[in-house]
């Protein structure tokens, strides 16, 4: 991400993160602070509402001040944007108050300290039962690739054996743990999430015998 700053700088390109997933998952100013790395565009999904419909870009005020067809008036100098849910003042006050509950960094603290428990967990129960998983993400956020070795970009995570995804899927789904998606898994830990939680996951995930299903 630094080398693509560098880049974008040099050629002065825009550069756009998507943290609809990162922000405020990995830091309250998500990847970005996380990282060190600014971006010139944002885009955030509803975690900007605390769960409520909502979405935003965000970014330097000399590329958002094109929405501004008063001072932009013509139709290439200027750029469209509408929403249904602009401005919305519920969403908008979730947000704050989700902004305000992070502050203390104790709920990213402790989700962190969960997935990295997790992504150990689950590294061993495959190593031992001798299923062929690469287990990525960071924080708080953790997929499973069932692959030998970590996939390094999307084509390498297509690649993933599907059908291994999916008994996984069933497999977990049987002892009532439910996790995005059946073809790629994802796992989300969240505050509500406790120690005795990630035990469960990881030896049910012990459990999984391919051979099985």
Same mark, same amino acid.
């Given at each position: 991400?630094?080398?693509?700053?560098?880049?974008?700088?040099? #050629?002065?390109?825009? !550069? @756009?993160?998507?943290?609809?997933?990162? +922000?405020?998952? !990995?830091?309250?100013?998500?990847?970005?602070?996380? #990282?060190?790395?600014?971006?010139?565009?944002?885009? !955030?999904?509803?975690?900007? +509402? +605390?769960? /409520?419909?909502?979405?935003?870009? %965000? &970014?330097?005020?000399?590329?958002?001040?094109? !929405?501004?067809?008063?001072?932009?008036?013509? $139709?290439?100098?200027?750029?469209?944007? &509408?929403?249904?849910? *602009?401005?919305?003042?519920? *969403?908008?006050?979730?947000?704050?108050?989700?902004? $305000?509950?992070?502050? =203390?960094? *104790?709920?990213?603290?402790?989700? =962190?300290?969960?997935?990295?428990?997790? %992504?150990? &967990?689950?590294?061993?129960?495959?190593?031992?039962?001798?299923?062929?998983?690469?287990?990525? &993400? @960071?924080?708080?956020?953790?997929?499973?690739?069932?692959?030998? +070795?970590?996939?390094?970009?999307?084509?390498?995570?297509?690649? =993933?054996?599907?059908?291994?995804?999916?008994? #996984?899927?069933?497999?977990?789904?049987?002892?009532?743990?439910? #996790?995005?998606?059946?073809?790629?898994?994802?796992?989300?830990? *969240?505050?509500?999430?406790?120690?005795?939680?990630?035990?469960? /996951?990881?030896?049910?995930?012990?459990?999984?015998?391919?051979? =099985?299903?």
């Amino acid at each position: 991400m630094q080398g693509l700053r560098e880049l974008t700088t040099k #050629y002065g390109t825009v !550069l @756009i993160f998507d943290e609809v997933i990162t +922000g405020f998952r !990995l830091a309250p100013g998500g990847a970005q602070q996380h #990282y060190g790395v600014v971006a010139d565009i944002t885009i !955030l999904g509803k975690i900007l +509402g +605390g769960g /409520f419909p909502i979405g935003a870009l %965000c &970014g330097r005020r000399d590329v958002f001040e094109r !929405l501004d067809h008063r001072r932009f008036g013509g $139709k290439n100098e200027r750029v469209f944007q &509408g929403g249904t849910f *602009s401005a919305n003042p519920v *969403s908008l006050v979730a947000g704050i108050e989700t902004l $305000k509950a992070l502050a =203390d960094g *104790s709920v990213h603290r402790e989700v =962190d300290r969960l997935g990295t428990l997790l %992504c150990a &967990g689950l590294a061993d129960a495959f190593r031992t039962s001798g299923v062929a998983a690469a287990i990525t &993400g @960071i924080g708080s956020a953790i997929g499973v690739h069932f692959r030998t +070795g970590a996939p390094r970009n999307a084509r390498e995570a297509a690649e =993933d054996d599907t059908g291994l995804a999916r008994a #996984y899927f069933d497999h977990m789904r049987d002892r009532h743990i439910a #996790y995005l998606s059946p073809g790629l898994p994802h796992m989300f830990v *969240s505050a509500a999430h406790t120690d005795r939680d990630i035990e469960a /996951f990881v030896a049910a995930t012990a459990a999984f015998a391919p051979e =099985d299903h």
